[in-house]
């Protein structure tokens, strides 16, 4: 659920391979991570567990089952509000992020709440635990979308669950691809193909560096994806835009929210 402060780049579309996302990304998020938990902190919950700009929370969904007594790692985890919600129902929740900004801020709310998330940095496609030692991985608006090389990561996931665990995770719906990233009405009409997998890269105009990179897979690459590792589809949610939420967030909003979907998420389970 990314909101990105004003900055002077330049959009392109263009490959970018997974050393020039992670080099990109992290610095991202350590320039924005103050800004984002000052934002939506408060909306998060330091001990809740949102899957998305929608406001489905893990107790309404129900995607991960009951967490409690089991090993649970969160990949994206950022300053570790879901699994801080998920210690607090009784699992062991362990958290993984790229950002060492938002891992600061996951000891502040540890230290304020009393709910201690154990985490480390590290990325999605070097998962540094020892095989079969999750029951359950999950992501909820965390990394995948913004890996390259998302075959390794998914194979890294497939690596450290235990037989019958679960991995799920929440992105961006596939189909907002196809829409600019605009919560008015000028969203609602699209712009490129849904099939055009090309990533969307931004480059500093003052360093020349590049500053963020997103990745585009279809419903039917997400799939095959789990499949090709040994999952087997569970749970495919694309939430509904509720009539008590105003709040915009970056590109979600209630004006497009209600006519298309903004959030998919996926529940499989390692066969």
């Known amino acids: 659920m990314q909101e990105w402060p004003q900055r002077p780049v330049t959009a392109h579309r263009r490959h970018a391979d997974e050393d020039e996302s992670r080099s990109a990304n992290g610095a991202d998020w350590d320039r924005y991570a103050d800004e984002y938990q000052a934002t939506h902190g408060e909306y998060l919950g330091d001990v809740g567990f949102l899957w998305g700009p929608e406001g489905l929370t893990e107790a309404e969904a129900g995607v991960l089952g009951d967490v409690a007594g ?3 790692l969160e990949v994206g985890s950022g300053a570790g509000q879901c699994s801080r919600w998920i210690r607090d129902h009784g699992g062991r929740a362990f958290g993984l992020d790229l950002s060492h900004r938002q891992l600061q801020h996951s000891r502040r709310i ?25 029951d359950v991985v999950f992501s909820s608006f965390g990394a995948l979308q913004f890996v390259a090389d998302i075959d390794r990561a998914v194979a890294e996931t497939a690596r450290v669950l235990r037989p019958g665990g679960r991995f799920a995770f929440s992105i961006t719906h596939p189909t907002r691809w196809m829409f600019p990233d605009d919560p008015t009405a000028e969203g609602l009409t699209a712009t490129q193909s849904y099939w055009d997998r090309t990533p969307y890269v931004e480059v500093d105009d003052e360093t020349g560096q590049t500053a963020y990179v997103e990745h585009h897979r279809t419903l039917g690459d997400w799939v095959g994806l789990l499949a090709g590792h040994g999952f087997c589809l569970k749970v495919l949610l694309e939430p509904e835009w509720p009539a008590d939420n105003d709040r915009p967030w970056g590109g979600w909003s209630r004006e497009r929210g209600v006519l298309t979907p903004g959030t998919a998420i996926f529940a499989a389970d390692l066969t």
């Open 110 to 134: 540890d230290e304020m709440t009393g709910v201690v998330v154990p985490s480390v940095r590290g990325t999605a496609t070097h998962l540094p635990f020892a095989d079969a030692s999750f």
């Open 70 to 72: 089991r090993d649970v």
